[in-house]
């Protein structure tokens, strides 16, 4: 039985004196939302698998948070992991995992909602569960246990993660939480079992219930077929959207000690029309919806007045794309506040984005961040990135002249048939960019170099291709260490061990659930941290379960193979995926979708959507009337 | 520009918040105030806040003090009415006075602070009153701290259990200096007592300050 909530605080008073940076563990912040528990029907424990100050921040999570506590009948509270030593602490004493509002043990919530935003927190997600003291796999738990539902990115390749979820949400979550409660809710009232509860939930368009499927693998490993065992369970789940963004959460909660981003943050735009193939969030966002420039300002306002912090993010995949940026840019520079800070990140390489970060710039400011990604127009047109190494170049001359003394640029190794040559141009590029500086600036001016590894991604176009080797990476990332050395350069990289980590993961089928459990098992948590990473616990749990991570890492996928991930649908089509792999082999590029529809599926699969909500509200062009429409499945 | 000292108590949803954190909630307390906080000049403007003598984490307080400059013209009344509203969970203010811009820094007049501390614990009474005398009537008290050797014996000014102190709940008058580079900690008060500083609520609930006219 768990402990009563003035139990586990009583226990805690004498632990926290004893644990780095204890204000993680005892809420009570600004804006923190607490109900009385006895009163509300519906409790919802709302989890990020890692801990408070990477957690708290976390923009999905404030919007479920603030919708979810609107509800009169529903509480939401907090759940964050405990560090390394809070854990000890609470394996030793016997304390549940507990909800920082009222300090409710996990285990006593009716859902337990965790979000996936990446998938290095699976063996987190997976001792976030041990430590609430529940069983781990859904077919363990019961009516009794708390009804374990898991969103965000990296859900849309659902398997490996399938043994321990009860549901998954496909998609964006504004409207389909509330329907999700209100199942429950009636479900409670009629004290039903945990089967006809999924039963319910199967039938709310955009949710996954794994128990529902089984996977049937080929003799080498390759799905054969995926076999639906329950007719409420739809062939293809298909994500969730709104079709208009809801007015943004303004009521933040304002920690009480320092966390990664201590900030307002609002989200201008959702999607992005670039097509950029690699990019698994510009696949699974579409279609792009702006929020007007006024409802951005007054959101602004409003958690400026409610939260008195003092900096402004404004995110999006692509700012530069937000049809009346200027407007919004100067509408939010004139924003009332003591040394306000704002940021924008995601610009365009283009002198425009120069000027809109100058309006901007408050009293402090750091470097400029640009995302060529790639250095060679080879390069550039497979990922269909096509930006011109001159108009990078006057862009860097417009930052350094402007006051800038430091220009970060973000570079991706690994991507589909690179070369040692168009790894080499990278460090090339840097130092043309960094002679810009040092002609306008001299020994002032800065380079940072952030060269990450290319991990492909489940729906995108490059589902299909291998992620190159460890050697190949350690090759390339020599090259660059080799290369680019020289005053005022800098480089950061990845590990490849982490970079593999990534991989299997992101395209991993059900089995290699038994490897995350036994992963854990075997030590391994915070893989995200770089000191807590542990590989030999990832390696000791494949041997152990005879899975090859090659067949998931460095495989060339066949083109008529079955994904495991098929089972999820994100709007775009399969086909079009592949047809924009074909593009990339040859070298063809595709400019923005805003201009001209490339028919990626978005528009039929949410034909009656579009049709409710017409005009600019989405940014796909139109293409009349579409000849046969593809209703959401129910 | 206007220098206002406040009064006020640190209750339990602050107790594990730092100085250094608390000098974010207050500037963040005071931009949803609306008060115009004057801040530093510079490449980083920083909000002139100054808090007396830092209070160690995980204590609680009835009597902390803060100073800071708004550029404005305001009462103490009005910078009240302001701030209520937009105070956090964890801060119960006390008094707002205006003081006169050249005051001395805040910091550097502190001359002691009481603590009441509570074991949570059950402790015989004689036991503890014996602690409490053996340790005052020490000439020295040798204890380190982050690699430094130091005298605990000279900041301690008063130790006794207190009136109301039971077997069940015992607790402890302490009194330290509070001088600048002459601070006292309770929690190596209770380590020299042979006691266990994370079984204890400590709550300082006096400061002394230097008298001076200014």
């Not at chain 1, 997600?125 to 069983?135: C, K, Q, S």
């Not at chain 1, 400026?304 to 993010?313: K, M, V």
Request: proline letters at 8%; one cysteine or more.
């Amino acid at each position: 039985m768990s402990l009563s909530a003035t139990e586990i605080q009583a226990r805690l008073e004498r632990i926290l004196p004893r644990v780095a940076k204890p204000g993680r563990y005892v809420g009570g912040e600004q804006n923190q939302v607490t109900k009385d528990w006895e009163a509300i029907p519906t409790r919802v424990a709302l989890a990020f698998p890692d801990i408070y100050d990477i957690g708290l921040p976390n923009l999905g999570l404030a919007i479920l948070y603030q919708a979810l506590n609107a509800r009169p009948d529903v509480l939401a509270e907090r759940v964050y992991l405990p560090w390394v030593d809070m854990e000890a602490f609470l394996r030793q004493e016997r304390i549940p995992l507990f909800s920082l509002e009222t300090r409710h043990a996990v285990a006593d919530f009716d859902i337990l909602g965790i979000t996936l935003p990446y998938e290095t927190l699976y063996t987190n997600t997976l001792n976030l569960l041990d430590l609430a003291g529940l069983p781990l796999r859904s077919a363990e738990r019961d009516e009794r246990h708390p009804l374990v539902i898991a969103g965000g990115h990296a859900a849309y390749n659902p398997e490996p993660m399938a043994n321990f979820i009860d549901a998954f949400v496909i998609g964006e979550g504004e409207e389909v939480l509330h329907e999700i409660v209100d199942v429950y809710s009636e479900w409670k009232a009629q004290s039903g079992s945990r089967p006809a509860l999924l039963r319910s939930l199967a039938r709310l368009p955009g949710l996954y219930i794994p128990s529902f499927y089984t996977p049937h693998y080929t003799a080498d490993g390759r799905i054969e077929r995926i076999e639906r065992l329950h007719p409420d369970a739809p062939a293809q789940v298909t994500k969730r959207v709104v079709a208009q963004l809801p007015p943004p959460p303004t009521r933040f909660i304002v920690p009480s000690i320092e966390v990664v981003h201590n900030r307002v943050s609002v989200e201008i735009m959702r999607g992005c029309t670039r097509g950029c193939r690699f990019c698994h969030a510009g696949f699974v966002n579409r279609p792009v919806r702006e929020r007007p420039v006024s409802q951005i300002v007054s959101a602004i306002e409003t958690a400026l007045q409610q939260t008195g912090f003092e900096e402004i993010a404004l995110l999006s995949l692509s700012s530069s794309d937000y049809t009346n940026i200027l407007e919004l840019v100067d509408a939010v520079s004139a924003i009332e506040g003591q040394h306000l800070v704002i940021s924008l990140p995601s610009l365009r390489i283009e002198s425009f984005s120069v000027e809109l970060m100058e309006k901007l710039r408050g009293a402090r400011q750091g470097g400029f961040t640009l995302a060529p990604e790639a250095a060679t127009e080879r390069m550039r047109q497979i990922i269909n990135k096509p930006i011109q190494t001159e108009q990078l170049l006057e862009t860097a001359r417009a930052i350094y002249s402007r006051g800038w003394q430091t220009i970060k640029l973000y570079f991706m190794i690994g991507h589909p048939s690179e070369t040692l040559e168009d790894v080499r141009a990278i460090a090339n590029l840097c130092k043309q960019v960094i002679a810009e500086g040092r002609r306008i600036l001299g020994h002032r001016a800065a380079l940072h170099a952030g060269v990450s590894t290319f991990v492909p991604k489940p729906h995108t176009p490059f589902q299909w291709v291998p992620c190159d080797t460890t050697e190949q990476i350690q090759a390339k990332q020599q090259l660059l260490r080799n290369e680019l050395r020289g005053p005022g350069l800098k480089m950061t990289w990845t590990s490849p061990a982490e970079t593999m980590l990534e991989a299997w993961l992101s395209r991993g089928d059900r089995r290699l659930g038994q490897v995350i459990e036994l992963a854990w098992r075997n030590g391994a948590r915070f893989d995200a941290w770089q000191d807590q990473f542990n590989p030999h616990a990832w390696q000791t749990a494949f041997e152990q379960t005879g899975l090859d991570p090659d067949f998931y890492t460095h495989r060339m996928r066949g083109e008529d193979e079955i994904f495991p991930w098929d089972v999820i649908s994100p709007g775009v089509r399969k086909s079009y995926l592949l047809e924009e792999y074909h593009n990339s082999q040859c070298q063809q590029t595709r400019p923005d979708c805003r201009e001209q529809c490339f028919a990626c599926g978005i528009l039929p699969t949410f034909s009656s959507l579009r049709r409710a909500n017409p005009g600019p509200l989405w940014k796909c062009p139109e293409v009349g009337t579409p000849r046969a429409t593809t209703e959401v499945q129910p | 520009m206007n220098r206002f000292r406040i009064h006020y108590a640190k209750t339990e949803a602050l107790r594990y918040t730092g100085n250094l954190d608390m000098q974010k909630v207050w500037e963040r307390t005071l931009r949803r105030a609306r008060l115009p906080i004057a801040y530093s000049q510079g490449f980083h403007p920083q909000a002139r806040l100054q808090q007396a003598c830092p209070l160690p984490l995980g204590l609680l307080s009835r009597c902390e003090v803060l100073d800071f400059w708004l550029e404005c013209d305001a009462t103490p009344e009005e910078v009240r009415s302001a701030l209520e509203p937009a105070l956090p969970p964890g801060i119960t203010l006390l008094q707002i006075e205006t003081i006169p811009l050249n005051a001395p820094a805040l910091q550097t007049q502190g001359e002691s602070a009481l603590y009441h501390i509570l074991l949570l614990d059950p402790f015989p009474p004689e036991e503890l009153l014996r602690r409490c005398q053996d340790c005052l009537s020490a000439i020295s008290l040798p204890r380190q701290r982050r690699d430094k050797q130091y005298d605990l014996r000279p900041l301690i000014l008063e130790l006794f259990p207190l009136p109301q102190s039971t077997a069940q709940a015992p607790r402890l008058h302490l009194r330290l200096t509070a001088r600048e580079g002459a601070t006292g900690r309770p929690d190596e008060v209770l380590l020299a007592l042979g006691l266990d500083p994370s079984a204890a609520r400590i709550e300082r609930v006096e400061l002394h300050f230097r008298e001076e006219t200014p």
